[in-house]
Structure formats: structure tokens, C-alpha cells
């Protein structure tokens, strides 16, 4: 499975961006969806995930009320919608793949993802 993340750029502080993430997969329903985030010398963040339907979202504490996960299975591609953006939310993010369905503390942890795209960058400037 091949992903591509794409959307990022320069934004103010209170801007939006959409972010992308296209699947090469076929089969993406197959496919739980999530979005982390990764700056300089820190751990890849969970920011957010969405289940093979839709039917449930999770949200990082941090993004919540912000930020609005969805997915176009038609178009086997996921979008993360960022809102009112905030200086520290400037990262690269990577969207990822996992098998299956999971739920709670496990859709944080980067390490239950099989795929994962190549990263795009955003800047939210003060």
C-alpha cells in the first residue's frame, strides 16, 4: 500500500488547512486510517484516527474541537480538516494505515500501523 500525503504549507495563526492522504489500495476499507504528527527531535505524535467506515473517530486532546478527521472511500483517500491552527501545531505529518479496526490507547501508538505516507509539512506562523 502506497499512501501520499499532501495539503500542507505556510499558514497563519487561526488559519485552516485541509490536509490529504491518497491510497494506492484498492481495498481501502480494509484500512483503518491515522494522522500523526513529528517535529525535530520528538516522537511521532497521534493526532488522529478514523475507522474503516467512518463510524468512529479519535482525537488527540490537544487538536480536539479543531481538527475533524474524515475519509472518501469512494476515492480512497483521507482528509484531515485543521482549524483555528496554533503555532505548535507545526509539524510534518504523516498519515497511516492499519489492518483492521482497533480502539482506545492503541490507535496512538505508531507502532500497530502497517503503512505510512511520506510526510508533508506544516508552518502556523504567530
Known amino acids: 500500500v502506497q499512501l501520499q500525503a499532501s495539503g500542507g504549507g505556510l499558514v497563519q495563526a487561526g488559519g485552516s488547512l485541509r490536509l490529504s492522504c491518497a491510497s494506492s489500495e484498492g481495498t481501502f476499507t480494509v484500512y483503518s486510517m491515522g494522522w500523526f504528527r513529528q517535529v525535530p527531535g520528538k516522537e511521532r505524535e497521534f493526532v488522529s484516527y478514523i475507522t474503516r467506515f467512518g463510524g468512529s473517530t479519535y482525537y488527540a486532546d490537544s487538536v480536539k474541537e479543531r481538527f475533524t478527521i474524515s475519509r472518501d472511500n469512494a476515492k480512497n483517500t483521507a482528509y484531515l480538516q485543521m482549524n483555528n491552527l496554533k503555532p505548535e501545531d507545526t509539524a510534518v505529518y504523516f498519515c497511516?494505515?492499519?489492518?483492521?479496526?482497533?480502539?482506545?490507547?492503541?490507535?496512538?501508538?505508531?507502532?500497530?500501523?502497517?503503512?505510512w505516507g511520506q510526510g508533508t509539512q506544516v508552518t502556523v506562523s504567530s
Open positions: 497511516a494505515a492499519v489492518k483492521g479496526i482497533y480502539s482506545g490507547r492503541m490507535v496512538r501508538d505508531a507502532s500497530v500501523y502497517d503503512y
